[in-house]
């Protein structure tokens, strides 16, 4: 049994898309990341860090404990997929090494910047915006996005439409997860076309769409 802690709108998204979209039965306990809900003692003996996502697989052999959103997502694919090529678990060594390095690339490369975008374009109130903090940092993502623009363009230029495969794996969940923060700038988006036509297609897949309308339904 797989239980996720964490909620829709935060980086527990990562783990709860691998999941539906592995069709692995699990158990979401919505757990905010303000409040104090990751501060209580029972919370930090899961992650002593205080943060979500935590992920927990009661496996035959012992309790496994997961933190950190990419190594959820990651460990999902790899322990409950079929690594036969028919779902987002990678098929091969190749696959595994894209899923890992796209997955880290995002988190390393993409994730404060794009934020820090999300946070300025339109999650914070008008009055704690700054329009340097958001200048600077979709500058700093065009370096970046412009590399993942140019993957797109060769993997196209196969007949694929995906970061890894022929099909949507890990590897795309894992970074359309982070790129998606940046949508918010129109700028962006127009500059990088093949970047936001494969992030829309991303967001659309019924696994998601799930996740989205069960997430609107329970506030």
Known sequence: ????????????????????????????????????????????????NGHIPVLIDERPEGRVVVWESMACALY?????????????????????AEA?????????????????????RIGLPEERRDAAKLAAAEQRLRVPLAVLESHLAAQAARGWEHLAAQR?????????????????SAELMHAFPRVHAWVQHCHARPAYQA?????????
């Open 100 to 120: 890992l390095r796209w997955a880290f690339w995002a988190v390393t490369e993409v994730e404060a910047d794009a934020l820090t975008v999300l946070m300025h």
């Open 1 to 48: 049994m797989l239980t996720i802690h964490g909620i829709f709108a935060s980086r527990a998204v990562r783990p709860l898309w691998a999941a539906q979209e592995l069709g692995v039965p699990f158990e979401h306990v919505p757990t905010p990341y303000q409040g104090g809900a990751t501060r209580t003692p029972e919370f930090l003996a899961l992650n002593p």
């Open 211 to 219: 996740l989205k309308q069960a997430a609107r339904q329970s506030r």
């Open 168 to 184: 949507f794996t890990v590897a795309d969940l894992c970074v359309a997860c982070v790129v998606n923060w940046a949508r918010p």
């Open 76 to 96: 999902l694919a790899r322990h409950h997929g079929k690594g036969d090529g028919s779902d987002i678990a990678p098929a091969n060594a190749a696959e595994d």
